[in-house]
């Protein structure tokens, strides 16, 4: 598998940041022209002597705003434990650079907006729970990468990943657009992570539980219900967990959805507003690419109503069990 570099340094003049690689026997740089934007590879020989340096933990990509281009680095990073041998980190603190060394060329109102787009960035940044490996993909399953071909191992980080689980592919876009600087692309998980090392009647064994967030559909409790027309269901979340024993590997799977049809439950003074599901959408198409999806990436399943069957989420509980009826598919159950 063509892994990422693991270690940093960013090196900062007027006309252009360099991000070295600082692995054993690395030399590639990856150079930022900040008037063109252009990013190209180089070698540690071009970065001037007069650049301001400091280490950095990882590049989470690249974002346009009012003021122009941003770049977005990961600046601290704890380690989580170690995944089949290989060092799982969560990232902790990030920066947000411009490339403009100032915002003059900006109205007041536009500064002001700027502003408020750096705010909406950062709070997003200081969300617990973002997650990366250099040399193993978490954006996949155990299971999904035993039955993987040789051509699938081969790529790279940012090719193979699941993008339901990279939380910042579109700042990578830049980066995905040139394969030869890949390696400084590190795919981003947003949900949980814990490895501890367990003992079950004296036998010890290594357990770990991976939550993956999707980053289709993603919002806070009640202003973000159901699906949208690709059938992607609100604040899903695969769940993996893993066992390994004496050499044996273990991985079983849970995903957990909004109900998988056209429904919302927007806020308001009750306590538990009530859920009204549309009356103008076609449901059954929706549902339909929701499970379609979830049988192609997972296969046969076992579904498990979770809502309440009376009360105000009664007619949520009766839809799913209608549709679910009415695709008979000896698939789901």
Not at 174 to 202: D, T
Not at 267 to 273: A, C, D, E, G, Q
Request: aromatic letters at 10%; charged letters at 20%.
């Amino acid at each position: 598998m063509a892994t990422a570099y693991e270690r940093y340094n960013l090196h900062t003049t007027p006309e252009k940041f360099y991000i070295e690689a600082c692995d054993e026997g690395a030399d590639a740089v990856l150079a930022i022209d900040r008037v063109s934007n252009e990013m190209t590879l180089t070698g540690k020989k071009d970065v001037p002597p007069s650049a301001v340096t400091r280490p950095i933990c990882g590049i989470m990509g690249t974002i346009r705003l009012v003021a122009g281009m941003y770049l977005i680095v990961i600046t601290r990073k704890r380690n989580v434990g170690s995944l089949l041998g290989h060092s799982v980190w969560k990232a902790v603190d990030f920066d947000v650079i411009s490339y403009k060394k100032t915002v003059l060329h900006l109205s007041e109102i536009q500064s002001q907006e700027n502003k408020t787009f750096l705010s909406m960035i950062n709070n997003v940044l200081t969300t617990d729970g973002f997650y990366f490996c250099t040399d193993y993909d978490l954006t996949h399953t155990l299971q999904r990468l035993s039955n993987t071909s040789p051509d699938f191992q081969e790529m790279s980080l940012l090719e193979r990943a699941d993008q339901r689980f990279v939380w910042n592919g579109n700042l990578l876009r830049e980066l995905a657009a040139q394969p030869e600087l890949h390696k400084f692309a590190l795919p981003v998980v947003h949900g949980f992570i814990v490895m501890k090392p367990c003992r079950i009647n004296g036998k010890i064994f290594e357990w770990i539980l991976i939550s993956r967030r999707s980053c289709f559909r993603a919002g806070v409790r009640y202003y973000v219900r159901g699906i949208d027309s690709e059938g992607h269901a609100a604040n899903f979340v695969e769940t993996e967990q893993i066992v390994l024993y004496e050499g044996a590997k273990a991985s079983f799977i849970q995903t957990r959805g909004s109900m998988p049809f056209y429904w919302s439950q927007r806020p308001n003074l009750k306590y538990k507003p009530k859920p009204i599901i549309s009356k103008t959408t076609n449901h059954m198409d929706g549902f339909q690419r929701h499970f379609d999806s979830q049988l192609l990436i997972y296969g046969k399943q076992t579904l498990l109503n979770l809502v309440n069957q009376k009360g105000s989420e009664k007619p949520l509980e009766q839809a799913f069990d209608k549709m679910v009826s009415g695709m008979n598919n000896g698939m789901l159950k």
